[in-house]
């Protein structure tokens, strides 16, 4: 199906969703602890059932409630023989192959969408190195893993995905050798490493980061049951934000200032290119008279890329984002698609190997654009519409079940207007 949006002034009150990337971490936390956690603040987005269904997979107690999750891993890893659906969560997979690999197993990857194109060689590897059996067929996601991962020395690069760093200290502390880790090129999306290392300390395993270029892993540690609430997500914030910026009147609600995620940084840029950010009893909010050009060093948040963009292409001035070839092995090629949504929307934007430059307008026109398939796309493009003059039409729009399954009726509670349509 697709969806035209009537440009309407947004205005009212959002509670942010929770954290995917919390929320994944969370879990993991939890299913490889032995005894009884309680995770409330959950959203089932695709991606967070992904992850739930993998520990499932491995042999995990979870039981899902309305907005909570009751999970048990003392029976983690009883099932080494098993299939595990990422869907399209690279998160899940890049997680959760080192953590299914901590005992002998025999494992089948499936998933769906781009999934399969997204890079694996960094496991790959490691496969080779460690004598794992695998299998894979090319851009599916198709493999076979059969083996164990022993613990020891790792060299990894920083700039492909912050995801196999991740999944190789969920992993490490379990195994019986000590580890470490070098990463051998400069660390990108560090506010992920910190989430990972946050969530960590809670259940117990401590880890030393050596300014992100070394990590030191003791083997044979245990992870302890605990309950958390996973907080707001900030890549999700990043939209009411920018509409904030674009003079929507939006009031956030559950944002925690304090937060380790990386992509809290939409304030401070959004600070830094003319805009007020004002906290009340009642919730955050941002407001903007007018907004001016900026740069921006795209390497450590890339989820809220596509938003800022946004927000670019009404400034005065030229924008540059830096730093973001690595957004082209997301859902979709998001730089190329930024580039090409903002040109069809009516805004000025070219796109380099690494870099988009952006030459802002005074408002944006609207017209046909595609979600790509992409969450992010798709609730950028929603935003877009209230600086349109025209309707937005967006195709295949359920995609922001991925991460957001809520977005349409929350931008609907703000006054967001929109009506199903065919492409003709
Ligand atoms: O660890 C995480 O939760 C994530 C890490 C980031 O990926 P990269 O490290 O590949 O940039 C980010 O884009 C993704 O949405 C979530
Ligand atoms: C890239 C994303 O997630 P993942 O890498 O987990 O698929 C995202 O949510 O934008």
Not at 44 to 55: F, K, L, P
Not at 92 to 119: A, D, Q, W
Not at 256 to 265: F, R
Request: glycine fraction near 8%; charge should be negative.
């Amino acid at each position: 199906m697709a969806i035209s949006i009537t440009p309407k002034q947004l205005s009212g009150t959002v509670c942010v969703p929770p954290s995917k990337s919390l929320a994944h971490r969370a879990i993991i936390c939890a299913s490889l602890s032995r005894g009884r956690s309680v995770i409330t603040n959950i959203e089932y987005s695709q991606d967070i059932r992904a992850t739930i269904g993998a520990m499932k997979s491995l042999g995990t107690m979870i039981f899902e409630y309305d907005d909570y999750l009751e999970i048990d891993g003392t029976t983690t890893f009883m099932r080494n023989q098993c299939e595990i659906n990422c869907f399209e969560s690279g998160s899940t997979l890049r997680f959760m192959i080192p953590i299914s690999l901590v005992c002998e197993s025999n494992l089948h990857y499936i998933g769906e969408g781009r999934l399969g194109k997204r890079p694996m060689q960094v496991y790959y590897d490691i496969f080779e190195q460690q004598g794992i059996s695998y299998l894979y067929r090319e851009n599916v996601l198709d493999l076979y893993i059969r083996g164990r991962m022993h613990g020891g020395e790792f060299e990894i690069p920083g700039d492909v995905s912050s995801q196999f760093l991740s999944g190789l200290l969920f992993a490490l502390p379990l195994m019986d050798e000590d580890s470490r880790i070098v990463i051998t090129s400069p660390m990108q999306s560090k506010g992920y490493v910190d989430l990972t290392l946050q969530m960590l300390e809670k259940y117990g395993i401590h880890i030393e980061n050596h300014d992100y270029r070394e990590f030191i892993i003791r083997g044979g540690q245990q992870y302890q049951a605990c309950d958390y609430r996973v907080e707001a997500d900030f890549s999700q914030a990043a939209f009411y934000l920018v509409a904030g910026a674009l003079h929507n009147d939006v009031l956030l609600q559950d944002l925690n200032i304090d937060s380790y995620q990386g992509d809290k940084v939409v304030i401070e840029l959004l600070k830094q290119m003319g805009c007020q950010f004002e906290r009340t009893a009642q919730g955050d909010r941002m407001s903007c008279q007018k907004m001016y050009a900026i740069t921006i060093d795209g390497s450590q948040c890339p989820d809220i890329i596509p938003v800022m963009a946004l927000a670019c292409a009404v400034s005065e001035g030229t924008s540059r984002i830096e730093n973001i070839s690595r957004l082209r092995i997301k859902e979709c090629d998001r730089l190329k698609a930024t580039v090409e949504v903002i040109n069809q929307l009516g805004g000025q934007a070219k796109e380099f190997e690494d870099a988009m430059e952006i030459q802002g307008v005074a408002s944006l026109q609207g017209g046909h654009v595609s979600s790509y398939h992409d969450h992010r796309m798709a609730m950028m493009e929603a935003i877009a519409s209230s600086v349109c003059d025209q309707p937005v039409v967006i195709d295949d729009e359920q995609c922001v079940d991925k991460s957001y399954p809520d977005f349409w009726q929350d931008f609907q509670s703000l006054g967001g207007d929109f009506h199903e349509c065919e492409l003709g």
